[in-house]
């Protein structure tokens, strides 16, 4: 019996059920091919050549319709073989419709071939063609291929035939293009021709075959769509299980993924979240700016943008497509569309789905925020049973770390509502300024171009660069004067750090409030590693400002009254609080107004009830310099050189069991002559960080300005290493408040609204705190003289009075008597030396003595005189008077405030 083969394949896939796939993939083929050419030829409609791409490295918005792709193929396509590329989209397209409607395309390879022919005679031809004035290329309309292509074919005609004239090769090109052109595309006849003929030859074959194509044709179709149905049930299945897989890594649910991205669609879809780049036709510059700012109180922008839906699309794409969107805070992705001038005009690029890292855009606040807020926070692991502090005055600094302790929730503070976001003004609002703005530059003789439109929560920054030969100083004066020009508040004026830049900041026609929820739910704040972090408010394009006290070490505030300084200091409170337990932090509040810090009396950080009386607070300051020397002798016995360092020594030996123990030498042998030495053990505990909160330092200064003053100088200059941290506030910034002793110890300043050019000078060294708006407008200087300007944050009464509550029923304060109680030394250099407050210390005495023999002497009795004599403060002089006055040694002022001396005029007669 003879075996036969058996063609499993044959069974499986019939000729006629191949054959038929095999036309509809060169239909789906064609439809492919039909897509490229289309992708193809809209790429080049869309061609610029300021696009970012191989050959221009710019950091510009792509223009291009088909985005980053579609710029570097066109623009590879434009500098090699020019407008001639646009026969490769014709070839192209006929071979999609070829294919697409049935019909085979022969010969492949060769037509390839011919294409590529094709493509650089019509390349050419082109650069044959004159050039137009604005073309951007350094090679003609052909590219760099068409210009060799043409200087082959036109070296005959003007060498051996001298035509002067390039039109022959330009019509010989055309037509060699064309020709190779219609082979390439197969829309000939004649070679279908040729086939039908070859077909005829077998009619029995073919006849078959064709009659048999007819009856298969549905089952080809079913079996077709059969593979596709399991090819996309597959595809859908797979596309499940990763999601599944991502929601198990990341921990994330579709419904949260869902409501973030719909928030970021409402905060992205708004004008103001929109980046924004002008300048001037034919600028090169490139500029961004920080997108939306999470801080609404404010109505919709009067003009909304043209492109809102567009950007809010961009920003979907962008978190879906992102690997880490789980979090829109400040510091994360932006969109970055400009608004670029091109041929003389204006208009609008597509925005890329781009994400840029780092200094942050906000793009609201998802739904992670409000379950961080409702989650108590958990204990700190790692902290061990301490003993309590052993000090030289015998206190405990309070708290053992092992009570429940909870950090004050986010639920505390007010969470800004999605209806209050973006008031932001519209792009086209921005392009107008711009160019007013440079109108007004110009009349006043500031020749210059805005390169930079930064819009953010409360002003927008223009950045100008000025013509060769314009001071900044000139523009600068200018301030008023542009304010006016441009129907604004103020503007303030200054000189952009390390760029050939002058930064005019206009307050924008809406303002929008920065709520203190968003500053602590950022990453800047929740994430941060700083010792004590204080979340200030936000620059100015709406990024975070959380900055390290520790680093500072000490911060000088100014503002007058309503200028926001009361609100910046409990946010600087708050922000303490909320990041730090009461074994972390002390706080000594000193208020001699007694309404702003009063608020906070009873919580378990203080050290002390809130000092009101100056002569207390004069005490609490001292007690702070002992408690400075007694640290630093704690960690001068460790061999440490901060209490950071002391804190991580003590902690390891805690945690270890070990008991810290130092040699120390306690005499000589008499015998021997020998030192002796003995060991001493530590019962050390870990140190918390003290910081001291004056809120109004001109009361201190009126009263006692020497003592305040010594005191403020010896603690900013020494008690950084020992952790403990002034933060001095002022409504009076002039000289006799912030001396030059306290301002060359105090680095960092913060300065808020003040009434005049002179209080800037004072805390700033330079003008522009005049020109702020109020309300938690702030300039900030960093160490090295950096200013910044920062929008404070806004804090309601209700939300500190609900985090005092909460931290009230955490537990209470373990006050030190120490702090406020007068020493035996305080009659002789505490507040007024003793004789206004009854005191009768022996320095007093001799001060009293000598005004009186001055008096005598003299014979004139005045408070501003014996000040004048005795070089003491005026409080202490009036006293001396009115002891005087009291004792019978002057009389009481008449109604000229004139006193008669009624002591005997010395003698001084010998004997």
């Not at 044959?128 to 036109?154: E, Q, R």
């Not at 429940?404 to 209050?420: H, I, M, V």
Request: with cysteine.
């Amino acid at each position: 019996m003879k075996l036969k083969y058996i063609n499993f394949l044959e069974l499986l896939f019939p000729s006629e059920l191949r054959r038929a796939i095999l036309r509809h993939l060169a239909a789906l083929a064609g439809i492919g091919l039909l897509a490229v050419a289309l992708s193809f030829g809209l790429s080049l409609a869309s061609w610029t050549s300021t696009d970012p791409s191989f050959n221009h490295a710019t950091t510009a918005q792509v223009r291009n319709w088909l985005g980053q792709t579609g710029a570097n193929v066109a623009d590879i396509a434009m500098q090699s073989f020019g407008l001639g590329a646009i026969a490769l989209a014709l070839v192209l397209a006929a071979w999609g419709w070829r294919l697409a409607s049935g019909r085979p395309l022969r010969r492949p390879l060769r037509r390839i071939l011919i294409t590529g022919l094709a493509l650089a005679l019509a390349g050419g031809f082109a650069s044959g063609l004159a050039a137009p004035g604005g073309w951007p290329l350094v090679a003609g309309l052909g590219g760099m291929f068409g210009d060799l292509v043409f200087a082959a074919a036109n070296w005959p005609f003007t060498e051996l035939l001298g035509f002067r004239a390039s039109t022959p090769a330009t019509l010989l090109l055309a037509v060699f293009a064309l020709a190779t052109a219609w082979y390439a595309s197969a829309i000939g006849t004649a070679p279908e021709k040729i086939y039908r003929q070859r077909r005829r030859r077998k009619p029995s074959a073919g006849g078959a075959r064709a009659d048999e194509d007819q009856p298969h044709d549905s089952a080809a179709l079913i079996g077709l769509g059969a593979l596709v149905h399991f090819s996309f049930s597959a595809f859908a299945m797979l596309r499940r299980f990763l999601r599944w897989l991502f929601t198990v890594i990341t921990g994330r649910s579709r419904n949260e993924e869902q409501s973030r991205l719909k928030i970021a669609m409402a905060r992205a879809g708004g004008p103001g979240s929109n980046d924004l780049d002008w300048r001037p036709s034919g600028g090169p510059a490139q500029i961004h700016r920080s997108d939306d700012f999470g801080d609404g109180q404010s109505d919709p922008a009067p003009r909304p943008a043209q492109t809102r839906a567009m950007f809010g699309l961009a920003a979907l794409r962008r978190l879906w497509n992102s690997d880490d969107g789980d979090r829109t805070n400040a510091g994360e992705g932006r969109i970055e569309p400009h608004l670029s001038g091109q041929d003389g005009g204006w208009g609008f690029a597509e925005p890329g789905g781009e994400a840029n890292g780092h200094e942050g855009g906000d793009l609201g606040f998802d739904d992670e925020h409000d379950a961080a807020a409702n989650v108590s926070p958990e204990k700190r692991a790692g902290k061990k049973r301490r003993k309590k502090a052993s000090s030289n005055t015998g206190f405990n600094f309070g708290g053992d770390p092992d009570t429940e302790y909870q950090l004050p929730p986010l639920t505390l503070l007010s969470k800004p509502s999605p209806a209050n976001i973006s008031a932001t003004m519209s792009n086209e609002i921005l392009t107008e300024n711009a160019r007013m703005l440079e109108g007004v530059l110009e009349d006043f003789g500031v020749r210059g171009q805005i390169i930079n439109v930064r819009p953010g929560p409360v002003v927008t920054l223009y950045e100008l660069e000025p013509a060769p030969g314009i001071k900044s100083s000139r523009v600068i004066g200018l301030a008023d004067d542009i304010a006016r020009s441009m129907s604004a508040i103020s503007a303030r004026v200054a000189v952009v750090p390390g760029r050939n830049a002058i930064g005019i900041e206009l307050p924008n026609e809406r303002r929008e409030t920065v709520f203190f929820y968003d500053l602590l739910a950022s990453d800047e704040y929740s994430k941060t590693k700083q010792s004590l972090p204080m979340a200030l408010g936000k620059n100015i394009g709406g990024e975070p400002v959380v900055t390290d006290l520790a680093r500072m070490p000490h911060l000088l505030v100014a503002g007058t009254t309503g200028s926001g300084k009361s609100v910046g200091i409990n946010a600087m409170i708050l922000s303490l609080l909320f990041h730090l337990r009461p074994d972390e932090c002390k706080l000594i509040m000193i208020d001699p107004k007694m309404l702003e810090l009063s608020v906070y009396d009873g919580i378990p950080h203080l050290l002390s009830p809130v000092v009101t009386e100056p002569g207390k607070a004069v005490v609490a300051l001292k007690w702070a310099v002992r408690e400075m020397e007694d640290r630093y002798k704690k960690m001068s016995k460790l061999g440490v050189r901060n209490i950071d360092g002391f804190n991580t020594r003590v902690r390891d030996a805690h945690a270890k069991g070990e008991v810290l123990t130092r040699t120390v030498q306690t005499g000589f042998d008499r015998e021997t002559g020998q030192a002796v030495y003995e060991t001493e053990e530590m019962d050390l505990s870990p140190l918390p960080y003290i910081v001291i909160f004056v809120d109004e330092m001109a009361d201190l200064m009126m009263v006692a300005g020497k003592d305040i003053e010594g005191t403020i100088q010896r603690l900013a200059q020494m008690a950084r290493a020992a952790g403990l941290h002034l933060i001095t506030a002022t409504q009076r910034p002039s000289v006799d408040v912030i001396t030059g002793t306290i301002k060359a110890n105090f680095p960092t300043r913060i300065s808020f609204q003040v009434t005049s050019k002179i209080d800037s000078r004072t805390i700033l060294g330079e003008m522009g705190a005049e020109q702020l708006l109020g309300q938690g407008d702030m300039l900030h200087m960093a160490g090295g003289g950096r200013i910044g300007r920062v929008h404070g944050a806004f804090v309601s009464d209700e939300e500190v009075e609900s985090v005092v509550q909460f931290l009230k029923r955490q537990g209470v304060p373990e006050y030190l008597e120490a702090v406020t109680a007068e020493t035996e030394d305080s009659g002789e250099d505490g507040y007024d030396g003793g004789i206004g407050s009854g005191n009768s210390g022996s320095e007093a005495d001799q001060i009293y003595d000598q005004a009186v023999a001055i008096v005598a002497r003299d014979r004139k009795a005045s408070t501003s005189y014996i000040q004048r004599r005795l070089s003491i403060g005026y409080n202490r002089a009036a006293t001396i008077i009115e002891r005087m006055e009291i004792e019978g040694a002057i009389s009481a002022a008449n109604h000229a405030g004139k006193r008669e001396v009624l002591l005997p005029e010395p003698s001084y007669e010998d004997g």
